[in-house]
Nanobody
Framework: QVRLVESGGGFMQPGESLRLSCWASIRVDSLTRMDWYRQAPGKQRELVARITGDGSTEFADSVKGRFTISTDNAKRTVYLQLDNLKPEDTGVYYC???????WGQGTQVTVSS
């Protein structure tokens, strides 16, 4: 079983930055792909960013140029850097591993003036 624990959410103003963390109970470099999803109120969960074992990254069009995904294998952590936050970035952010299909409990990000 894989445990994923997200942290770092908060209440932010537009234009601010935030870094989310996803700690994994196993080595993240043993996982084929790690994803960050988010779910806004009343909407379906959507993929925000992903990183593969070789370091390749993908981003949703809505966050390209503003979000960055990275890993720290020594800390078994996947990060999501959120820059230039917008109100539409509000939602619960979830970490997901593609190999074993486990989800974290989510961390709330609220962007409002």
């Amino acid at each position: 079983q894989v445990r994923l624990v997200e942290s770092g959410g908060g209440f932010m103003q537009p234009g601010e930055s935030l870094r989310l963390s996803c700690w994994a109970s196993i080595r993240v470099d043993s996982l084929t792909r790690m994803d960050w999803y988010r779910q806004a109120p009343g909407k379906q969960r959507e993929l925000v960013a992903r990183i593969t074992g070789d370091g390749s990254t993908e981003f949703a069009d809505s966050v390209k140029g503003r979000f960055t995904i990275s890993t720290d294998n020594a800390k078994r952590t996947v990060y999501l850097q959120l820059d230039n936050l917008k109100p539409e970035d509000t939602g619960v952010y979830y970490c997901h591993d593609d190999l074993y299909n486990y989800w974290g409990q989510g961390t709330q990000v609220t962007v409002s003036s």
